[in-house]
């Protein structure tokens, strides 16, 4: 996904995602199933509850599991960050929403999600307080939106569900709520595969083993961070041995693989 606010189907798949099996089993309940099977749901009538809200530390794979569920259903993503409706002056982040959701219902069924949905319903100094309340007004009026919303799926992520205002939280509008906790020792290490699922890792790395010594207190950015590092010590390794044996200088990338010293000194 290139520039905010626009939609695509994201190239994130559940493959991509270690641990979160709860998040995975509600999401697929909530909003994968009622999108590929709308049949099933037509027959209730009543409107079902479309609204998500992710909440627990950065980094723990709150975007990247709403880009596997757009991804699972087959749908648009659009993706916005809280923050930055709010640069806008004063009465356009009203009119930006509206356009969003807007944007949103044409391309029904989509998921709209908002990150660092808490700047937006937060009040930051006496103007911005008064923006932020206009803000949350019009974004409840759009929440709200009846039978015109109904494959809007919106889901929200931060780190401070404390300064969520209340009134985003009732049913129907983020009537879900999910804790998307750091993980545990046995989901690093599924993070850990996930992550390096796609990268040259040697086969003596026991990556069960470094979840569990290593990256106490890791998150799943941090995780994907130290495999990162270990990729340039590897590459690093690699172009000091070539030019220590006085080569040409050329390496292939196949060449560079990820030893446990790498993931070690990363
Ligand atoms: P923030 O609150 O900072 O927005 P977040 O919870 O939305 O954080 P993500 O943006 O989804 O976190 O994660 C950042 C990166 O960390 C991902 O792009 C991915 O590389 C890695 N990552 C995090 N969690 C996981 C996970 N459960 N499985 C695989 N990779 C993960």
């Not at 099977?37 to 950065?58: C, M, N, Q, S, W």
């Not at 880009?67 to 960050?81: D, L, M, P, Q, R």
């Not at 003596?204 to 470094?210: F, G, Q």
């Amino acid at each position: 996904l290139t520039r905010e606010g626009f939609s695509i189907v994201p190239n994130v798949t559940w493959d991509d995602v270690g641990g979160l099996d709860h998040l995975r089993r509600e999401l697929n309940k909530y909003i994968v199933r009622p999108i590929k099977h709308p049949e099933v749901y037509k027959g209730f009538g009543e409107k079902l509850e479309t609204g998500f809200l992710l909440y627990g530390p950065p980094g723990c794979g709150k975007t990247l599991i709403a880009k596997a569920v757009a991804n699972e259903a087959g749908v648009n993503f659009i993706y916005i960050k809280g923050p930055e409706i709010l640069n806008k002056y004063v009465g356009e982040s009203e009119l930006a929403i509206r356009t969003l959701f807007q944007r949103a219902r044409t391309c029904a069924p989509c998921i709209l999600f908002f990150d660092e949905m808490d700047a937006m319903t937060t009040s930051r100094g006496r103007e911005g307080s008064w923006v932020v309340g206009r803000l949350l007004n019009q974004f409840l009026t759009e929440l709200d939106g009846g039978e015109e919303r109904r494959d809007v799926y919106v889901i929200g992520a931060t780190n401070r569900p404390d300064v969520i205002d209340a009134a985003l939280l009732r049913p129907g509008r983020f009537g879900n709520r999910v804790y998307v906790p750091l993980p545990t020792a046995d989901e690093r290490a599924s993070i850990l595969k996930a992550i390096g699922k796609k990268k040259p890792i040697d086969p003596s790395v026991d990556l069960d083993a470094i979840a569990k010594m290593n990256c106490d207190g890791f998150s799943g950015a941090d995780l994907a961070n130290l495999m990162d590092k270990a990729i340039h010590l590897a590459v690093e390794e690699k172009f000091r041995s070539i030019e220590s044996s006085e080569g040409d200088g050329v390496i292939d990338s196949s060449e560079c693989v990820i030893k446990v010293t790498h993931i070690q000194q990363a």
